[in-house]
């Protein structure tokens, strides 16, 4: 199974259009070690043309133009994105679909009841898609094992419901229900060999726990590396937890957790433009190379 990461950063990307702190002007003017990043989302693959799209972000075109095998040609109209899976309804991992609506066959989405009740009153993404190639909606039921797609034969998903955040504009922001967010634990059925997938982890839970003991591979939550990160630059008043992310540093942060599977591929993904980690020299980002976690980048490929 392949894993190919379409785009690392958080919502806002890498660097942020409006944002003028150290590492956005910084990877701006060129004058720092590091390198851009578009919004979240990666595609899964079994060695076939056809790719699941996990997240559709609003970058979803320019990822596109730099995969080319996300074009097959093997129609006058086609496209390697079979389906599109959905952790949550954040605007950074649903609004690309908008972009995929000149589809000549209606869009297979795969989502929660949760996600899909966002998208139909906060952010009514689907009735307007609806206008253009129509969504066939398959609901991802949490109490179900694990689901498959059609077009991609031998590859198992089963969805880990996390604790982390409703977007802003959800009727239910303050009301968290479960579903809201999940991981995903992605499995070739052939190999037995897995990838957890949890771009927006706030709590590691027991399902969590569990699900990144099965996993040979975690592809987990890189948002912040300090819980105050945002208050300390001065870009708002909200701590990581607030926002559903879990930091990297301290105690009970995303280093700790992961430190009891260093026999696996730990990658940090969804990076905040705020986070030093993104500096390639950064004390951070060497205490991270020592420890051999890995820090997602656009264009990264993973073979699970
Ligand atoms: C988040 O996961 O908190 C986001 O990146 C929010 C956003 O899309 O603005
Ligand atoms: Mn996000
Ligand atoms: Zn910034």
Redo the contacts with the bound molecule.
Sequence with gaps: MQIHVLGSA??GGFPQWNCNCPNCSGVRLGSIQAQPRTQ?SIIVGNGTPDWALINASPDVLTQIKSTPLLQPARHIRDSGIAAVVLMDA?V??VTGLMMLRERSSPLPLYATKQVFEDLTSGLPLIKTLDHYCKVVQHLIDLNQDSFQIEALQGIEFKPVPLSSKAPPYSPHRYDPHLGDNIGLLITDKSSGRSAFYA??LGMIEQQVEQAMQQADVLLVDGTFWTDDEMITSGLSKKRAIDMGHLAQSGAGGMIEALSAYTHKRRILI?INNTNPILREDSPQALELKNLGIEVAFDGMQIEV
């Design positions: 958080a919502g979240s954040q950074d991992h771009p927006g969804h």
